[in-house]
């Protein structure tokens, strides 16, 4: 990864980079992190529809678009990301059979409230590490508004202090149908894979 660039790791984008915003605490998913969710994740997710929670770079929600997702909602607040969110979709362009995306300037978990239940196949969770409250907040509804089957899952990154076990044993109305399948292990950053038990 050079700075201030993320490259996309497959699909139809593969090898293609997106820029990084110069913001403090904005920390782009490693290669080798997305490489190994996107094997978890079945390496193509054609036809899903994917949330982007807190999008940042937006480089888990670009990959998805890459690896065929019908759409991916983006996240964000922070207007400077936002504007490069922008300029990274312009940049890919279009390609016959992706699927759309759209980048929302809204608080993420404000937003995740008033959505329906099971609107969501795969949801991302990367808010920023300085405020746990907010892990707690967006994992306790992406387990309400993620779909409960087969092939949907729920990958949130976060630092070691945090523990999604425990986390949704907080969470009374959906949590008990969710487990951590795989952790990915990143530096100071974390990833849970999440997916529905088995009913």
Known sequence: MSLGKVRIIGGEWRGRYIQVADLPGLRPTADRTRETLFNCLG???????CLDMFAGTGALGFEAISRGAKSVQMLELSPKAIETLKK??????????????????????????GLLEDVF???FIDPPFADESLFFKALKLAVRITKRNQGAFIYIEHPKSI?????????PEFGHLWSVQRT???GMAIGSLLAPKPL
């Open 43 to 49: 390496q193509r997710l054609d036809g899903l529809a």
């Open 88 to 113: 990274n979709k312009d940049h890919l362009g279009r390609a016959d059979g992706l699927g759309s995306i759209e980048i929302l300037k809204v608080d993420a978990t404000s937003y995740a409230a």
């Open 121 to 123: 196949d795969i949801t």
């Open 163 to 171: 523990n999604p076990e425990e986390i949704l044993k907080e969470s």
């Open 184 to 186: 990915i292990r990143s």
